[in-house]
């Protein structure tokens, strides 16, 4: 039953600081059992942006926390009107008193922006026994992980927060990091990678080998993480080419060349180039540089020989997807080159090569996840890289060497072992990096057989099959880990939420 309809905020959004729904609805958003909202946004300006909404809940209606996200992040256009529908979906009960908090990322974002909430009454046992919601977080370095899960990584990180912005202090060893690129949000799961480039900071550094028809000027600018004259400007002629960084002799395998970069001047260029196999054949990626920091990549298959990085090129890259020849004015930052299909996050090097370690996500006892030795698991993720990127087989999740759940990196299908039993359901999933992925995977107890849905973006549920017979029960006392193995084989994505459902109970998406 419909409760009521209301506007409640219209108006004009400026800078990245939240705006609230007004005071007024906050008794009123917390009385309904769920509850839709839908954003319109027009009149746009600036660069990059984007829009998110987030429900905040509170029992004295001074001090608030984040119940869930709602919408976003949502790319806005300044030509088009722009609307998204979201609901608060997070299965927790609301508060006495809620509100939507309301904000914009990007470069000198701007918009008109209305938000209307449809609620409704009705009441109905979710099933779900745990929830892990990490959508409406602040990007960031994360204080604390909900419902008793624990992080570990044994290194520094750095996370993207923007499309325009990243936080690259902070985030120790062990802190959990929510990242949102202004298309993708979550909580941060990467594999280890290592940033090959010694100085992806200084490109008049000695690691670095001189261009041709280049001036470079270094700490010509504040770089997109905030930190004042650090960036280095290129300025190359046509044909030319920037300082390059060279690995000399690199072993075979697929590379990623990454960075951040912003026009040095109104209306240039900007074309970057990863060559390989001493530069016979090459991947370029250029246009209109923005005016305002962006991160992009490139990713080459290498055999033999040298790979060279090179920030900016004014040669003709058309034959490796690039632009025609001419010249380029761009300020770089944080270029990185790492061994693999994907780009991950950002790795700060001065001076020498640097390593962020994998990261662990787990539970001390799955028995907190467990219905009578069974375990029905439903998770949210965008993943970094497609279904055939990844290197190793990525985990949904991992006890032991009997307990497990993967799926294949060269087929794609999905395997689930339990007490030793293992089962590789039939059909193979498939998606884009940066999808969103829905999966729901129930299977132990000892009584029914094990199954398996996913959609993509949500779309219709694919049925993966089914084990054809039963398998056995999981019991409690050990810990669980989450799209990873110990700290490895990880599923990179960007980690939107996990539930845990009762025996026989499944999300309303599964058919």
Known sequence: MRAFNEVIFDGEVAGTTAVYSDAFFDPLLSVVDELIVQAVCWLVSGNAVALRVALEHSNDDVNWVTKCGIIGPLALSATAVVTD???????VPTGAYARLRIWLSGDSPAATVRVTACARKFWTDSGVGWNADFTGITPGALATLPAGLFLSRASSATVQTSAVSLVTSGIGNDVPRVGDDG????LVIEETRTNLIPNGRDLTAGSWTAGSGVTTTADAATGPDGTASIADRSEV?????????PQ????????????????????ALAQLALMVDSTASFKALGGLAPAYWQRVAV???HTSGDVYSVPAIGMDGTAGGGIAAGPRDVITDLVQL??????TEAIVTSGGTATRSGERLYLSDVAVLLDAGRLSLEMALQPKGSGTQYATNPYVWYIDASNYALIDATTQKLSLSIGGTAYEFTTAMSWAAGDTVELWLEGGGGLVVSRCQYRVNGGTAVDLGSSGSAQGTIAGGVAIDLLAKAGSAQWSAWLRRVRAWRSGRRPAWVS
């Open 85 to 91: 529908v979201g609901s608060d979906d997070s299965l």
């Open 183 to 186: 298309t993708h949000a979550g």
């Open 237 to 245: 002629s046509s044909g030319g080419f920037s300082n390059y960084d």
């Open 248 to 267: 000399v002799g690199a072993g075979a395998g697929t590379y990623t060349m990454s960075q951040w970069h912003q026009r040095g001047s109104a209306n």
């Open 299 to 301: 990713t080459m298959t």
């Open 338 to 343: 790492e061994v693999g299909k994907f780009a």
